[in-house]
């Protein structure tokens, strides 16, 4: 008997109709054709040495390739998208990450490169050398992580705004900090691995399955992490 795989018994997410954006690095390895699994399929752009790797397990112990940076000049781009303008609602992103060391490295950003790095109407969210996670927003930082991460271990992390409140989430353990974050976010870009305006802030690891979920506080307690890439169907259009 041959099993045959059948969307209609695939695993649905119930907000993926909020996903602006879901990068699973999936692919070839050394490619540089980052694909965008949610519903908006937006272009994805890797500059330098920023490729897929399938020289190092996903967290899930598999060889399709996770999202690989150097720490010298590598990152990716989608600009100009109102699904990353999040206003003043809820949100949610989350990723695997894997450093290969501990420095200052930034994992989200809303303002293009070349742009006046205020961030008056946006924000960055950091990892800082000391090992704690960070917002940056209107040129400060905010609410560092009483949890410190280590290098070469794959981490699920979450910061999620809840009714002008972010939490983070640290392999699916709320953090003791908790930010009050009622920022108006209307920038509208999406980058991943430098500080959008200046060549500072650069990955040095790797990352999976990161997605961004505009208008939707997925974790408000504790959770079990997931042990398989999101999914990339919702109820209604799984066919």
């Not at 010298?72 to 999040?86: A, H, K, P, R």
């Not at 953090?175 to 959008?196: H, I, M, S």
Request: proline letters at 3%; hydrophobic letters at 35%; one cysteine or more.
């Amino acid at each position: 008997m041959t099993l045959v795989w059948s969307p209609d018994y695939a695993p649905v997410d119930g907000d993926f109709d909020n996903v602006s954006l879901l990068l699973k690095g999936e692919g070839t390895n050394g490619s540089t054709t980052i694909l965008d699994s949610s519903s908006n399929n937006l272009s994805v752009t890797a500059v330098d040495n920023a490729q897929i790797s399938t020289a190092v397990n996903t967290p899930f112990g598999t060889g399709d390739g996770v999202l690989a940076f150097d720490g010298s000049g590598d990152y990716i781009y989608s600009y100009s998208n109102s699904d990353f303008q999040f206003g003043l609602g809820d949100f949610t992103i989350e990723l695997w990450a894997r450093f290969s060391t501990i420095s200052d490295q930034l994992l989200f950003d809303t303002i293009q490169v070349g742009g006046n790095g205020s961030r008056l109407s946006g924000f960055a969210w950091v990892l800082r050398s000391t090992g704690n996670l960070n917002i940056f927003s209107s040129d400060s930082f905010l609410g560092a992580t009483a949890t410190t991460l280590t290098a070469n271990e794959w981490y699920h992390l979450v910061i999620c705004r809840n009714n002008s409140v972010c939490n983070y989430f640290i392999n699916g353990v709320k953090d003791a900090t908790q930010l009050a974050f009622a920022k108006n976010v209307t920038d509208n870009n999406f980058l991943c691995g430098r500080v959008g305006n200046n060549t500072t802030y650069f990955v040095n690891g790797y990352i999976s399955n990161l997605r961004i979920t505009k208008g939707v506080a997925r974790y408000t307690e504790n959770f079990d992490v997931p042990t398989a890439p999101f999914p990339i169907y919702s109820p209604t259009t799984r066919a």
